[in-house]
């Protein structure tokens, strides 16, 4: 009871579900705990999709749990509690009010009076850096100057906790080391009116950067895999061997839990036709083969060195890995992708026959590929509408999973020549595109 | 400090006027006393209209505009009030948005001409003999002819506000009413001024037909320019037709410079996008305005006051509450809800059956489908022929930017210009070459609205992209393949939004078309325009009734079913970027 008092932030056993296509519940958040103290800045770590944003959204009180019990400073979270500011991904600025207004905004819902308003927002301006913009509007203001209004008016109301939700992920990379060395240096010299931070990223060494306590979420449904401390001293240096291997234990936890799936079970989420598909281009998955067996990989590559070689992000590189996993051209494990022998032949293969494997592959490892080829041989006309299809995946996951999925098996089948798909009249066929007369 | 010290510097300047300061000084004092000078006039007895008719002197008009021109204002006074309420609500409220917006979609094609025949009589009871009740049933004609569109953008802005900023607002503890202020008005307002103005434009449709209006027994003649126009028809007075014209033109002109040109360039920081664009709106009164420091200072206690009031602790029921667990809504209460709509609409529907069939039979419900096809057909006809003859010229002024430039104001303006000012002119030319009204005086209806298919067809034109240009003419496409492969589905959504607004007004415009005179001479086509206005003049309400009904149902099925698909169409389709 003690320890729930002097916590800034308890969260037990918390689930949330979102309904699912077919009126079910569809479960991203199982059973997380979490606890934020006074003077820590914690890292919600995941891959997108994994619940990390959700939760973050119940402890803001903009989503409520759908059960567990979430509380700040012992009080149930029931709305938006006092004394937590966010910060978004997107900004959320107010295009129509200028740096001075946007910051003011959160201190005139308090109903703070006007003097005093003007005074602290001036003084959130002048700590984040931002003097001289008061009259710009947000438009004219480039990505980190943007970002850094976010966190004046977050800061104005001096939050006990800051949220900040992927804040540096939609600014280029050196705008947001800037923005990250800028935020812990005023964080290390105390000069933050505010007592923790607790941030959601995708971004594995911005965690190490800045966190000192990593919760990392499994997907499907959300859930906390591993807490990890870290206890370099700030400033940190991306190049400390420490810090290195710290990044490299996890991208191995990270990949740890994508081993290959067991074979399809009909029913079970996540596998069977019921498996949801993200999006990869066909042509991205080709060059990604193609880079891995070359060199200096010959079809073996360490995935924070592949993610820096082709600047890519954590979570797109995993993202890519699995694609190829789920095909079985390559193979994730302990934070390495490796080719396999079906790769491998992959990346010598001329368009046709590359096109041919990948056919081959998609029909007998993706159930729902399988499934459609199938539904379209036995019917008489060759024909049949997508909905068919998407009503059975909505069985299984959310509508936008259900649509993704789809796209994603458009996409794929389109490019192993397994089918034609008319977007207009949303229908699957057999009849070969090159048919239609031009 | 420094900073105090230039403030006060600043301070020190803004107190002493500039030249600008005198220009706009006269401007904001002029307008004040043309409103007060005109509303006098409103609170006069019915007779005092009696007393002083309407005069043909040229003399007179800039006071008969001048009482148009309030007209206009405060309708589109009352259709702001209106939509911030009924859009909010609808937005807010699942249950009453399933009731409210579909009402919206089919006032949006009740003819508007058609309300004024009950709310003339309405007004005129609510305030006997008294100018109020006639300048009301006129303001609420126009209202009518505003407040739909207006209404439908601002529920779309509001059900569309960003998440991230709607996040915001909350995680920051604002009101519902802060919210609404800060967030959801802002958001809303350049649809809603881009809607105001074109609702505008069809306003001086209906403002100068409502002026002087029969219904039955009861003749309103409100001076204004459309009465003017009445009574030179009448005197067969060419003309004072033209002076009409002319003074129009001058209101018209003044309207768009003084009011809305300065609002849109104002309005453009509402834009939602987070990259500065191209080119911003410009007006010269907002300029001049934003360059005087006394005016300047003058408008701080406005904001103040409009800060004031977004920050009053109005307490707001939560109709959406967006943290709820279950946030299930009770399907008993769904239910009751339904039921009690079903029961409210048939009740209405027994009413009006009874009504109805108390004084007409079979045969007028075939007379009045027949003379609606016939209406359809004209707008059909009408809507091809405008096509076939703008899309054409629009194409081609359009890919010329400096003509477009030029062409393109002409156009807006001539869209908004009342037609039926110049209806005179037509039948003039009618009646002196005897020519078949019914085929002749077709043409009427679309006199004022083709220009929206003109204008809209010059800016898709404008925007089609050069380098789509550029590739069609290295593969030397060229004639008819150049028309159906490269422009035509290039400026297809443009075209549509155009036609869409041209055959709505069109319907509209068939009851002051059907029916036309010049002095004695009446002349009058087959149709459901002239049903509805000879039912009008004659104050047989029951056939007002069903012509209205009638129109209302044809318009609502034209635009489902081929407007809407075609829209649809070409937003899926062929929108570029």
Known sequence: MLDKASALIDIRGVCRSFPKGSGEELLVLEKVDLTIRSGEIVGLLGRSGSGKSTLLRIIAGLVAPSSGQATCRGETIIGPPNGVAMVFQSFALFPWLTVLQNVELGLEALGVDATERRTRALAAIDLIGLDGFESAYPKELSGGMRQRVGFARALVVHPDLLLMDEPFSALDVLTAETLRTDLIDLWMEGRLPIKSILMVTHNIEEAVLMCDRILVFSSNPGRVAAEIKVELTHPRNRLDPHFRQLVDSIYARMTQRAEPKAPAIEGIPGSGVGMTLHHASSNVLSGLIETLAGAPYHGHADLPVLASQLQLEADEILHLGESLQLLRFAQLSEGDLMLTEAGKRFANLETDARKRLFAEHLVTYVPVMGLIRRVLDERPSHTAPAARFRNELEDYMSEDYADETLKTVVSWGRYAELFAYDEQSETFSLENPGGESA | ?577
Not at chain 2, 154 to 166: A, F, G, I, T
Not at chain 2, 488 to 510: E, L
Not at chain 2, 511 to 532: M, N, P, Q
């Open chain 2, 1 to 577: 400090m420094k900073p105090r010290y230039i403030r006060t510097a600043a301070i020190g300047r803004a107190l002493r006027p500039n030249v600008w300061d005198v220009v706009a000084l006269i401007l904001v004092i002029g307008a004040m006393v043309l409103i007060v000078y005109g509303g006098e006039q409103t609170t006069a007895p019915l007779s005092e209209l009696e007393r002083t008719p309407v005069s043909l002197d040229p003399a007179n008009l800039p006071l008969y505009a001048l009482r148009t021109v309030l007209r206009m204002l405060l309708a589109i006074v009352c259709s702001t009030v209106f939509t911030f309420i009924y859009a909010a609500i609808a937005a807010k409220s699942r249950r009453a948005e399933m009731v409210m917006i579909p009402v919206l979609d089919i006032l949006q094609s009740v003819p508007i001409l058609g309300f004024l025949t009950f709310t003339v009589v309405f007004f005129m009871n609510l305030f006997p003999s008294q100018v109020l009740g006639a300048e009301l049933a006129s303001v609420f004609a126009i209202f009518t002819s505003q407040a739909w569109n207006m209404t439908f953008s601002m529920y779309q802005s509001m059900r569309n506000v960003p998440k991230d900023l709607e996040e915001a607002t909350q995680s920051f503890h604002l009101s519902g009413w802060q919210r609404f202020w800060r967030l959801d008005v802002p958001f809303a307002m350049p649809g809603l001024i881009w809607n105001a103005m074109m609702s505008m434009s069809g306003g001086w449709f209906f403002v100068v037909a409502s002026e002087a209006i029969t219904v039955g027994n009861t003749t309103v003649t409100l001076p204004g320019i459309g009465s003017y126009v009445a009574l030179g028809i009448q005197q067969q007075d060419l003309p004072a037709i033209f002076y009409a014209i002319l003074a129009m033109l001058l209101v018209i002109i003044a309207y768009d410079q003084l009011l809305f040109r300065p609002i849109v360039a104002w309005a453009d920081k509402f834009r939602f996008e987070q990259t500065a664009s191209g080119e911003a709106p410009a007006s010269w009164v907002l300029d001049l305005f934003r360059r005087t420091r006394a005016l300047r200072a003058l408008t701080l206690p406005f904001s103040a006051i409009n800060r004031a009031i977004s920050n009053l602790r109005v307490p707001l029921p939560e109709l959406r509450p967006a943290t709820k667990a279950k946030g299930r809504p009770s399907r008993l209460i769904d239910g009751v809800w339904i039921a009690l709509i079903l029961a409210g609409t048939a009740y209405a529907a027994w009413l009006s059956y009874r009504y109805l069939s108390a004084s007409l039979g079979m045969p007028d419900v075939l007379i009045v489908i027949r003379d609606g096809l016939i209406t359809l057909l004209r707008v059909a006809v009408l809507i091809t022929l405008a096509t076939l003859i703008w899309v054409p010229v629009g194409v081609w002024i359009g890919l010329r930017p400096k003509l477009a430039e030029r062409i393109q104001p002409l156009a807006q303006f001539l869209a908004a210009f009342p037609a039926n000012l110049a209806f005179p002119v037509f039948v003039v030319a009618i009646v002196s070459f005897r020519l078949n009204p019914n085929v002749w005086l077709s043409p009427l209806m679309i006199l004022g609205t083709q220009w929206y298919i003109l204008f809209n067809v010059i800016a898709g034109a404008s925007a089609f992209p050069t380098d789509l240009r550029e590739a069609a003419s290295s593969l030397h496409l060229g004639g008819w393949r150049w028309w159906f492969k490269v422009i035509i589905p290039g400026i297809f959504p443009y075209y549509v939004t155009g036609a869409i607004t041209a055959s709505g007004g069109s319907w509209n415009a068939s009851i002051v078309a059907e029916v036309a005179s010049w002095g004695d001479t009446h002349l009058k086509a087959t149709g459901l325009g002239a049903y509805i206005a000879s039912a009008t003049e004659a104050g047989d309400f029951p056939r007002v009734v069903l012509g209205i009904a009638t129109m209302c149902i044809l318009v609502t099925l034209f635009n489902r079913l081929v407007w809407r698909p075609l829209y649809a169409f070409g937003e899926r389709r062929l929108r570029l970027g």
